[in-house]
DNA sequence: AGTTAAAATGACAACGCTGTCAATGTTCTG
DNA sequence: CAGAACATTGACAGCGTTGTCATTTTAACT
C-alpha cells in the first residue's frame, strides 16, 4: 500500500540514496540511472514522505506564509500565487494569519517556525514592513521575502518584491485630470501600510507635474475599509462639497466602493457629477454600480513570483530562477466610475 | 538553541518518553512528574517537532482543508475557522484549493494524501456532496468531516455538519411575505451544489405555508456569481416585469449584488419597487446600495465545529467534545434592501 | 595496458519523535 | 507482611528520508 523509497530502490536495482539523488534532481546521476530510476518512482507511483525529509534533511519543504490582511480577495489571490509554486516544487504550505497589534504575536510567530522548520517565510503587508519583524527573523535566520509597496531604485531585490504603488496612483491621477479634473480629493488608507504614503505621494507627483498646487484639505486620513470610505467621502464632499471636489481617489477598491456608497446617500451622480477611483482591482470593483475604474494588481502572479524568489534564496546554487520579476506597477482599469469633469 | 525532547528529559531527570506522555496528554502519569516535566517544557520553551511526531506516530498531525469555491470570503472564514482550532490543538493545515471539474483532480488529491499523510480532511461543497469523492477518501480509509446543505433531519452527524439552507430560504422567504409581497422571484445558484435545492424547497415551501402557488416562471436557473445575478434579474425582470415582481431572493450575496446592479441598470428603485434579499451574510453585503437583506451564515463558527467533529474522530478515546453542533441555520439580517410591496 | 583522477554509487548513521514491551514502584489483599 | 494486581516509568527499535564518507566504476591520461 505504501511506497517508500527503499520500493523504489528495489524495484530499481538501485540503492535508496541513489533515488533520493534522483528526486532531488542532484547532478551526479547518470543520464541511464536517472532513467531507470524515474520508471520505477512512475510504475510505483511513489510519493516521497514530507515527514521524512523535513527530519532528515537541513532544507525544510515546507514555507509559510504570513498575514495580516482583513482583504479576503487578497489572502486568497497571495495564497494561491504561492501554493501553485508550491505544489510544482513540491512544497507545502503552512498559512500563519495573524494581527500585528497583537503582543505576542512575536512568540506566536517563533512557535510556527520552531514546530515545523520552514524553508522560508512569505512576508505580506503590512508585516512586510515592519523593521521589527525583519530584525526577528534576520536574528532567527529564516529566510523569507518581503511582498511590500514600493520602488524600483529601492534595492534589495534578493528578498523584495516591489509593487509600485507610487507609478500606480500617478498613472490614475494622470488619468484624471486628462479628463479635465483640478479638484481631486484622496482617500488615505492605514498609515501602517506604506502603500498608503506612497500612493499619495503619486497622487501628488501627478498633479505637481500637472502644475496643480496641492492641497491637503483634499487628502482624508483613514483605513483601508469599506466604511473609512463612507466617513471620507462624507468627510470631503459634505455640506455641499466646499472644496468642490470633482473627483476622488479612492485609497483601494473598498474605500472607492464606500465613496460610491455615501455618494448615493447624498444624491451625487457617478460619474457624471464626481468621478471616483479604486486601487487594486479586486472583484468587487466589477460588482459595483458603476463599475470602478480602478489599478490592477496581479496578487497571484506578484506571490508567485514571491515563492520562486523564496525558492532561489532557499535551494541555492540549484536554483538559479532568472526570470523573477521583482517590480510590478499596477495598471490602470478605466471602467465606468471616472468620467469627464462637467464643471470645467 | 533547537530544543528536542531529550534536552526536556534531562532537565526534568526523566526518560524521553515520559516527556513524550506528558505531552500527549496520556494518562497514566503521575501529577508530580507531569508538573515537573511541564515545567522543564516550559523553561526551556520546548516545541516537539511535527515532522518527527508525524513520522514517528501512527496518527499525523496535519489536517486538510479542501475546497474548490470562488467565493474568497468564504473560503478565508472557513480556514480561520479551521485554523484556529488546529492551533489549540498544536495541528496544522494544508490548504487544497482544487476544481471538481478537474479531470486529474483524484489523482492530485491522492498525492497530497501521500505527500502527508493526514490525520483528516474537511470538505466543503460541492466537493462534500460529491460521492465519488467520499467513496474514494472511504476506500482510502482517510478520515474526514463534511460541511453540506442539510437539515437537522438528516443522519450522519458523526461525518456531518448541515447548514439548514432550507430553513434560512423558508425564514427570507416568509419575511417578504410578511411585507405583503405575492410575486417572489428566485435566483438559483449552480446545480452542483446542494445548497441550491435546499433554498429553493426552502422558498417553496413558505409560499405553500402561504397559500401562494407556486410559479416556475419565477425561478431563474444561473450560478452563484455576481453576473449571473445580474443575468437573472434582466431575465426575470426584463421587457417591464411582465410577471409583475415585487421582490427576488438571490441565490447568494453575489447575485443579489448582480440583481441591485440590474436593478439600477433597469431603473428600478430598491427596495421601493422592489425588494432583492441575499444569502450567507458575506461581507459585501454590507458594502452594496442599499445594503443587502440576508441570512446570516456564521462560516468560521461552523468551520470550528467541522475541525472539532474531525478531531474527535481522529483522537478517539482521548477526546470526547461533547459541545459540538452539526447543524446551523443561517439567520434573517434584515437590513435596506427590503420593504413593503408598494403595489398592493 | 597501466596508472590516476574524477564521477557515480552505496552503506550506514542520524533526524526527533512514538510504539512496544519490559522493568520498576506502589497499593491493596488477606 | 508476603504476594498479587495495578500504576508508572524506561530502554530501545523504527518511522522514511538525507548527509557523510567509503567504495566502485568510468574516463583520461601516459
Not at 522560508?120 to 535566520?141: A, F, K, R, W, Y
Not at 466589477?286 to 506571490?303: C, E, G
Not at 513570483?305 to 530562477?321: I, Y
Amino acid at each position: 500500500m505504501k511506497v517508500t523509497i527503499n520500493d523504489v530502490a528495489k524495484l530499481a536495482g538501485v540503492s535508496m540514496k541513489t533515488v533520493s539523488r534522483v528526486i532531488n534532481k542532484e547532478p551526479s546521476v547518470r543520464k541511464k540511472t536517472y532513467d531507470i530510476v524515474m520508471d520505477a518512482v512512475n510504475t510505483l507511483n511513489y510519493q516521497p514522505n514530507l515527514a521524512a525529509r523535513n527530519l532528515a534533511g537541513t532544507s525544510s519543504f515546507t514555507v509559510g506564509l504570513v498575514y495580516d490582511n482583513p482583504n479576503a480577495y487578497y489572502v486568497i489571490d497571495m495564497q494561491n500565487g504561492v501554493l501553485s509554486r508550491c505544489k510544482e516544487e513540491g512544497y507545502e504550505l503552512v498559512i500563519h494569519p495573524c494581527s500585528y497589534t497583537d503582543s505576542n504575536m512575536e512568540a506566536d510567530f517563533k512557535t510556527m517556525i520552531k514546530r515545523s522548520r520552514l524553508a522560508g517565510l512569505v512576508l505580506t503587508p503590512p508585516l512586510s514592513e515592519q523593521n521589527s519583524i525583519i530584525d526577528m527573523l534576520d536574528e532567527m535566520g529564516i529566510h523569507y521575502v518581503r511582498v511590500l509597496s514600493g520602488r524600483p531604485s529601492d534595492e534589495d531585490q534578493d528578498t523584495c518584491i516591489y509593487v509600485n504603488d507610487y507609478a500606480a496612483a500617478y498613472e490614475i491621477t494622470a488619468h484624471l485630470l486628462s479628463l479635465g479634473h483640478k479638484n481631486i480629493g484622496f482617500l488615505c488608507g492605514d498609515k501602517e501600510h506604506k502603500s498608503t504614503t506612497e500612493r499619495l505621494e503619486g497622487y501628488q507627483a501627478a498633479l505637481k507635474d500637472h502644475n496643480i498646487a496641492i492641497n491637503n484639505a483634499l487628502v482624508y486620513e483613514g483605513q483601508y475599509s469599506f466604511e473609512s470610505g463612507v466617513e471620507g467621502a462624507k468627510a470631503l464632499l459634505g455640506e455641499n462639497n466646499p472644496l468642490k471636489i470633482t473627483a476622488l481617489l479612492g485609497g483601494n477598491d473598498e474605500m472607492a466602493a464606500g465613496a460610491l456608497f455615501a455618494s448615493r446617500l447624498m444624491g451625487i451622480e457617478i460619474p457624471e457629477q464626481l468621478s471616483i477611483t479604486g486601487f487594486e482591482d479586486s472583484p468587487f470593483s466589477r460588482q459595483t454600480w458603476p463599475k470602478l475604474t480602478t489599478a490592477h494588481q496581479a496578487n497571484d502572479v506578484i506571490s508567485q513570483h514571491a515563492a520562486r524568489l523564496l525558492f532561489r534564496k532557499t535551494r541555492g546554487a540549484r536554483n538559479q530562477d532568472k526570470d523573477i520579476i521583482t517590480t510590478f506597477t499596477p495598471s490602470l482599469v478605466i471602467r465606468e466610475s471616472s468620467g469627464p469633469n462637467s464643471a470645467s
